[in-house]
């Protein structure tokens, strides 16, 4: 072991709930520097399941210390409910924003193109659609996708 890694050893970290779904996540945390550990053994926790977080106090109850959750997703609103101020909670949010915005820009795209029309012709016909070129856009939103879009466009 090297004098740096023996001064900061590996971020001792937990990914749960185990339903093999989410492998990813744990070849993530060690490709990131991370230690996967035993909950028991995490000062860190990924949580791995966004339709179970009901689980989430039950598997922190008695575990302080684990003074970090990660929550792999942006959208956090079922986690609410179980947020507090003794840990740091962290989330995915503007994780999505440029796909997003990337596959907004290509729905918006095709429909201005008429891309369904064409897709369902069985014979040449009318050119139909019109070009993005000197066309205005009005966008509501001011996120992270939006961002993303404004700078596609």
């Avoid at 023996?6 to 230690?35: D, N, W, Y």
Wanted: with cysteine; proline share 8%.
């Amino acid at each position: 072991m090297t004098d740096r890694a023996e001064a900061h050893p590996a971020p001792r970290i937990a990914v749960e709930p185990k339903s093999g779904r989410f492998e990813s996540l744990e070849e993530a945390v060690q490709t990131g520097g991370g230690q996967v550990v035993p909950i028991d053994e995490a000062a860190a926790l990924v949580w791995a399941d966004p339709e179970l977080p009901h689980h989430l106090p039950d598997t922190l109850d008695g575990r302080d210390g684990i003074g970090w959750v990660a929550l792999p997703f942006a959208g956090i609103e079922p986690y609410v409910p179980y947020l507090d101020h003794a840990r740091v909670w962290t989330c995915a949010r503007g994780v999505y924003a440029r796909p997003v915005a990337e596959h907004a820009l290509m729905l918006g795209l095709a429909g201005l193109r008429g891309l369904a029309t064409y897709a369902r012709a069985t014979t040449w016909s009318e050119p139909e659609g019109r070009n993005l070129v000197d066309g205005r856009i009005t966008i509501l939103g001011a996120g992270g996708i939006t961002s993303e879009l404004i700078g596609l466009l």
